[in-house]
């Protein structure tokens, strides 16, 4: 009432009544993110036409979601079941520095595979080894589509050097001051790795992001390592574990199983 002047209401009660006849309700908020990308539709085509290559032909092709995930030895606020009162569930805290951890995956979008590793930073040579660890999981694959996001990095030269040459229509533009071709060091292969870049801004199309929540949801959430990072550390990796070999469950999860 106070912010609407041409509202003439004598009550709370009054403005309740008139909000509910206008099936006006108080929500919390979500979040919301669109994509700006222009190319959307074509990109989002481009996925849809390497994944029905690969349900054609699953014995040649392999189509994997990559994505890259961190923790920090301080446990992160939820919801938690506690006695009724005053009693409140807690995240107890470590006086030790909040160190992070970084974890990077491929959900391969028929079988739920994994591939996985974790390490304290995902440097340009770990993710090229990365890659080589991936092509080791499917030995087999004459390609493996790697679908993720727009991180300047998955296009590094010292990176791309491990791969086969590259078929994508579309690229991200890498920052104006890095070199065009690998440095010396940069290991050099041909990794039967085609990767697929998706729009900007658009993670509800990485189904890997769901297994990031489900790990937090499990583990990090409320956790009572944060004294022992080593233990915390293991407990996500062993998480991550089970799903070495082809999941049902994973697949479920994410939202790739069909129905």
């Not at 002047?5 to 309700?25: A, F, P, Q």
Request: glycine residues 2%.
């Amino acid at each position: 009432m106070q912010s609407c002047e041409w509202l003439r209401l004598h009550s709370e009660s009054g403005l309740w009544r008139l909000l509910d006849r206008l099936k006006i309700s108080y929500k919390r908020a979500r979040d919301y993110l669109h994509s700006p990308d222009r190319e959307y539709r074509e990109k989002v085509a481009y996925l849809q036409q390497c994944l029905q290559q690969t349900l054609d032909a699953p014995e040649r092709y392999v189509l994997v979601y990559l994505d890259e995930f961190g923790f920090e030895r301080q446990p992160s606020l939820s919801w938690a079941y506690s006695q009724r009162g005053s009693n409140f569930p807690l995240a107890r805290r470590s006086c030790r520095s909040n160190t992070q951890c970084r974890g990077i995956g491929a959900l391969n979008a028929l079988t739920g595979q994994l591939t996985y590793e974790q390490h304290s930073k995902i440097t340009l040579p770990r993710l090229s080894h990365f890659y080589h660890h991936l092509v080791d999981d499917y030995s087999w694959a004459e390609c493996i589509f790697v679908v993720q996001d727009n991180w300047p990095v998955h296009v590094h030269p010292d990176v791309l050097a491990r791969l086969q040459p590259q078929h994508s229509p579309f690229w991200p533009s890498p920052p104006a001051n890095w070199p065009t071709q690998p440095r010396p060091r940069a290991v050099r292969d041909t990794l039967p790795i085609q990767l697929i870049f998706l729009p900007t801004y658009s993670p509800w199309l990485n189904p890997i992001e769901q297994l990031w929540r489900w790990v937090r949801h499990d583990v990090l959430h409320l956790h009572r390592f944060s004294d022992d990072w080593l233990a915390l550390k293991q407990r996500v990796h062993d998480f991550m574990a089970r799903f070495a070999t082809p999941s049902l469950d994973l697949l479920n999860y994410v939202g790739l199983l069909p129905s």
